[in-house]
């Protein structure tokens, strides 16, 4: 059973620092897209970053450019989001998400299966 597990989440000050891990199960992150979103209350589901099936290249969307990391350990099933210099417009549920598309998107329909979210939230 292909299952995503999100932890990391928590309440920090502007400019903090949190790691969000994603932990995979039922399937390896060899040529599987990952993608990382949010959603703010209110407001649509964003893509905020993600890895390549292909290649495992990386993207950002603007907002986090420069900021945020996406990386994956396969020894350890995990793709992780290191997220520096956060703001409060970063507050939001953070999911991760895979799919069997080719390549990568920000788009939430290229995805199959997702994480239940954890919770992010920064103060100024």
């Known amino acids: 059973q292909v299952q995503l597990v999100e932890s990391g989440g928590g309440l920090v000050h502007s400019g903090g620092s949190l790691r969000l891990s994603c932990a995979v199960s039922?399937?390896?992150?060899?040529?599987?897209?990952i993608g990382w979103f949010r959603q703010a209350p209110g407001k649509e589901r964003e893509g905020v970053s993600c890895?390549?099936?292909?290649?495992?290249?990386?993207y950002y969307a603007d907002s986090v450019k420069d900021r945020f990391t996406i990386y994956k350990d396969n020894t350890r099933n995990t793709v992780y989001l290191q997220m520096n210099n956060l703001k409060p417009e970063d507050t939001a549920n953070y999911y991760c998400?895979?799919?069997w598309g080719v390549g990568a998107s920000f788009l939430a329909a290229f995805y199959d299966v997702w994480g239940q979210g954890t919770q992010v939230t920064v103060s100024s």
């Open positions: 890895i390549s099936s292909t290649d495992a290249s990386t």
């Open positions: 998400a895979t799919g």
């Open positions: 039922g399937f390896t992150l060899d040529n599987h897209a």
